[in-house]
């Protein structure tokens, strides 16, 4: 007797996300997200995180079906052998980034980040930046709208809107990348070594007031902030036969 994973189904609030979700939901049976197997997640990317953030917690596989605007991290919908496709999927495991820092009123704040950690200025004032590797300073004073630290599965998002590279998901690398830099006019970034500790101190946190977001996890007035990569966390996200993470992100980089 063939054992079939037990499912748990996630929705977007799209009126067709919901009923696709009743409709899967009869079909295939399901159970809560802290008792699945796989997490089949209905909706865009932005949904693929908040699955993949609540599989942190529970080891779950994340299965995503695209009903978004761009769904790179999802697969096509479709209802029939879910079973099948799930049993034939192809895993892409990966490791999301870990968040520390300090604000300005010494509240100390965590986080974890499947695409990205950035800092953006919040107000008109450019924010200044000191960046930090391993110990080691780098850049004494970036100004920008900001900065930001990508994963490879992230490198396609926010960070390839700031003009940074697209990682392959086997690279072991972290994209840093500037936004919309002002001085050195001339920085593009860095890559840098999966294991690398990426310090920022915001200069003048008070007068040029920035915010640090970890996904969709927000944290204002920053004056501190370290990223570096969660290796103790692992997440399998799940595709369909040839249509796997590392083919999407080599494809991407041939787009027009």
């Known amino acids: ?50 699955a993949l953030h609540t599989a942190i917690s529970t080891g779950a596989k994340v299965y995503g079906m695209n009903f978004g605007s761009v769904g790179f991290l999802m697969n096509d919908y479709a209802e029939d052998d879910l079973f099948e496709r ?10 999301p980034l870990r968040a520390r820092g300090e604000d300005v009123h010494c509240n100390r704040f965590e986080a974890l980040a499947i695409n990205e950690v950035s800092l953006l200025r919040e107000t008109r004032q450019t924010a200044k930046i000191k960046i930090r590797i391993d110990e080691t300073d780098r850049l004494a004073e970036l100004q920008a709208d900001g900065v930001l630290v990508a994963t490879p599965a992230g490198s396609t998002a926010y960070n390839l ?13 972290l994209a840093l990348t500037p936004i919309s830099a002002f001085r050195p ?22 007068h040029r007031p ?11 007035e920053v004056c501190r902030v370290e990223v570096e990569e969660a290796s103790d966390i692992s997440l399998t996200m799940l595709f369909d036969q040839g249509h796997n993470l590392s083919e999407r992100i080599l494809a991407e980089q041939f787009e027009s």
């Not at 009126?15 to 209905?42: F, H, Q, W």
């Not at 799930?86 to 490791?95: G, Y």
């Not at 920035?210 to 204002?220: G, H, L, M, T």
């Open 86 to 95: 799930l049993a034939r999927a192809e895993a892409a495991s990966i490791h």
């Open 161 to 173: 809107s700031a003009h940074g590279p697209i990682l392959p998901l086997d690279s072991r690398v």
């Open 1 to 50: 007797m063939t054992t079939h994973p037990r499912l748990a189904f996630l929705a977007s609030p799209k009126p067709e996300a919901k009923a696709a979700r009743l409709r899967l939901e009869e079909r295939y049976g399901s159970t809560s997200v802290y008792d699945a197997d796989i997490i089949v997640a209905l909706g865009g990317d932005g949904l693929m995180l908040d």
């Open 185 to 206: 006019r001339r920085w593009r970034g860095a890559l840098l070594p999966h294991t690398a500790k990426v310090g920022f101190e915001i200069s003048e946190p008070s």
């Open 210 to 220: 920035v915010s640090a977001v970890a996904d969709n996890k927000e944290f204002r």
